[in-house]
């Protein structure tokens, strides 16, 4: 039986942005503990991208109830496409909650005109069952979203 050492592992155990486990790390520690592993979460496009039509609160998408889903964000991705910088407003809001002070993550955004930014800020953030990811932008028709990231079914 191979022992693995930590030295051996070319990545940091904790990513300084997020504060959790780098998912190599993640793995060992699951199969340190015993955890099934198999049931890995799978990455995948969790919104396609999306334009922002209006200045409204729009959902993104909500974590799934049924069944139960726990989603993680890896990749969060916003472009301008006006010649004139727009603003956005990200909300993670809980189960039967509201898109409100308690719930934003990033409040107004500066997008500059003609560009594309990662939103960092959202990396590693999780979503439990029943809880939504949902943006505001402050002008219409300026800003088209993308959300990559990771669902796990959970018992």
């Known amino acids: 039986m191979a022992v693995l050492h930590p030295a051996s592992f070319r990545s940091p155990a904790v990513d300084i942005r ?8 993640e ?8 955890e ?8 995948l496009t969790l919104v ?5 039509t209006s200045t409204a609160v729009v ?3 909500t974590s799934g109830t049924s069944p139960k889903k726990r989603t993680s964000l890896e990749v969060f991705t916003v472009c301008n496409t006006t010649g004139t910088a727009a603003t956005l407003t990200v909300f993670l809001v809980p189960s039967g909650g509201a898109a409100d ?4 993550l990033v409040d107004a955004r500066s997008v500059a005109a003609n ?24 002008t219409a028709n300026a ?11 959970i018992l």
């Open 143 to 153: 800003l088209t979203i993308r959300v990559s990231g990771r669902e796990k079914v």
């Open 18 to 25: 997020t504060g959790h486990f780098t998912p190599v790390w």
């Open 27 to 34: 793995r060992l520690l699951q199969a340190l503990l015993g």
């Open 59 to 61: 959902t993104l998408l």
């Open 115 to 138: 560009s594309t930014e990662r939103l960092l800020d959202l990396v590693g953030q999780v979503l439990e069952s029943g809880d939504s990811l949902r943006v505001q932008a402050g």
């Open 36 to 43: 099934d592993t198999t049931d890995a979460m799978n990455s």
């Open 101 to 104: 002070a308690t719930a934003r």
């Open 48 to 52: 396609q991208s999306q334009q922002l």
